[in-house]
Structures are given as C-alpha cells and as structure tokens.
C-alpha cells in the first residue's frame, strides 16, 4: 500500500530528528562516524516506522523481525531509531561510547534493546542474515530478515559466499539494504577498489535487485514492498545515498566518515538541520 503524504512527512521528521541526536551523540562522545548515519536516516528511517516490526512488547518474540546492521560503525542513528521506537531510553543517547555505556561504537547484541547482533567487523553481516533466514523458514515463522549492508563492505568475499547460500535456499524472507554512497574509509569507493554495479551482481547471483534512491522516503518504502512480494528468492535494495546529507561540509566527503565535529562544527550542523525541518 502506498504512503500517504502525512505518513511521508512523518517518518521525513523522524529521519530529521535522528540526523540531530546523530550529531548530538557523536559531539558529546568527541569521537564516531557521523557521516553514514546521516546518509541512512531516510532510509532506515523508511524500514524502522513502516517495516520492520520490532516493538517494546514483541523484542523477545522469536517470530518477530530481525535486523543486522552489517555497517556496524554508523550504529548512532541505529541507537536513535530504536530511542524512538521505545527499546532505548532517549536520555541514554547521550552516554554514546562512554566507558560503560549500553551504547558502544559498534552494536552488542542485547535482545532488551532489539539489537539481534554484533557488528563491526566487516564482512559477516549477510552469513548472519543468512543463517537468520533460514532458521526463522525451518521454524515455520512468517517474519523477515534486514540486513544492511553498504558498498565498503561489499568489497568483502564473505559477502558472495553469502549472496550465493541465499539464493541457493531461496531465501525469499530476507532482504539487504546497501548504502550505496561511494565513500569508505578510505576515500571514494570508485577509487580504492570500485564494486561496480551491486545490482547487476545480485541479480547474477540469482537475487531479485533494484536500485533505488535512498533519501525519497516513498521510493524506499515501495522498493521494501516489492522486495517481500518476492517470495521465491531473496531481495536487495542498492539504496544511493549521499555520505553526510543535510550538513553541508559533510556531504560527499570522505574526511566525515569517522570523526566528531568539534563545538563549532556541530552547532552548524544542527543549525543547518533546524533550517532544513521538513
Ligand atoms: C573486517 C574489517 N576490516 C576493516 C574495518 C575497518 N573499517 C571500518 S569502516 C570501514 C569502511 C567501510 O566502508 P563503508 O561502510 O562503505 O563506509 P561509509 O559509507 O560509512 O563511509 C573500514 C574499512 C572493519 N571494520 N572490518
């Protein structure tokens, strides 16, 4: 069923909200990756208040959702979706890679939170959802495995390995998002060692795939839904993004992968975001 424009505007103030707790988070903390969480705010946004059926009451049901995020460094706007669907207090936001802190620079699996696993090191996300997959199907469950992904660690072979096992066993419950925004570590991803065309690649190894813009909210949310009419084989969504949306001097650029602004950088950025509410 389509959005209907109030729906839209709603979960386009969430991403709003979750790109200023982003910067908050990692200003406070004086270190994190601001960057990708801010290119994925539309997006996760989109799967969080429309999709994904995680609930305060339902986060130890074995029939629910999972989620995995594969991109575990950009777990700041991770931890603000789940202040905003109730699973975090919003006040623990701000304890954001503090010494012990619930809230770490990489996810820890802790079921009270709705976080089904650790991540952050690159690579093992889509065996997880993979494995995920399959037990929820042998189980008999009607839920659906998200797994996010991103063009940095597509340049990992664990990937292919798991790209292969899912359409193999048909895993028609399990779909991955990639933010798809040209950046890593490093620098440009066209540079350091370019991935090509995800789509392409999913659809020869047997995967339903679409491109789709990460930032349209509506497109996010018809491409989730076509991906679970799909039932027959699993489903990827290469989501483009731009690294660092809605803070100027963080858009497109590498630099902002991994570093805290300081005081006068973050008072821009959340200046910039109050200009820009929808
Ligand atoms: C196995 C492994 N190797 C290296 C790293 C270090 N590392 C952290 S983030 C990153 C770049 C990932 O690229 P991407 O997710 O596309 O970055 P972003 O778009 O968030 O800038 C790397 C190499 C890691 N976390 N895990």
Redesign the pocket.
């Known amino acids: 069923m389509t959005l209907t424009q109030s729906r839209i505007l709603e979960i386009q103030q969430t991403a709003h909200q979750v790109r200023e707790d982003v910067v908050r988070m990692v200003h406070a903390a004086a270190c994190g ?1 601001p ?2 969480p801010l ?1 994925m705010a539309d997006f996760l946004s989109t799967l969080f208040l429309e999709h994904f059926n995680l609930t305060p009451e339902n986060r130890h049901a074995p029939d629910r959702d999972r989620f995995i995020l594969g ?4 777990c700041a706007g991770y931890y603000a979706l789940l202040a905003r669907k109730g699973l975090i207090p919003q006040e623990e936001l701000m304890s954001f890679r503090k010494f012990g802190s619930r809230l770490q620079g ?1 996810p820890h699996r802790n079921l009270d939170m709705g976080i089904d696993f650790s991540t ?4 093992n996300s889509l065996s997880v959802a993979v494995g995920m997959a399959l037990g929820a199907r042998l189980a008999g469950y009607e839920n659906r495995v998200y797994s996010i ?8 072979g664990q990937i292919w390995e798991a790209a292969t096992s899912a359409s193999h066993y048909r895993l028609g419950n399990l779909t991955v998002i990639v ?1 798809f ?1 040209n ?4 620098g440009e ?1 066209r540079k350091v060692m370019d991935v090509r065309d995800l789509r392409a690649k999913y659809e020869a190894f047997g995967w339903h795939a679409m491109d789709v813009d990460g930032h349209d909210v509506l497109a996010v949310h018809d491409a989730l839904e076509a991906a679970q009419a799909v039932t027959d084989r699993p489903s990827a969504l290469i989501a483009h993004t731009t ?1 660092g949306k809605g803070v100027s001097f963080m858009e497109g650029k ?1 630099s902002w ?2 570093v805290a602004p300081n005081d006068e950088q973050a008072a821009q950025a959340l200046e910039e975001l109050a200009q820009s509410a929808p």
Do not use: F, P, V
């Not at 992904?149 to 990992?156: A, F, K, M, T, V």
């Open positions: 990756h960057g990708g290119g991109n575990g460094h950009t990489h952050g090191s690159l690579g992904s991103s063009d940095g660690e597509s340049q990992e933010d925004n950046i890593q570590i490093d991803m690294i590498a992968h991994g």
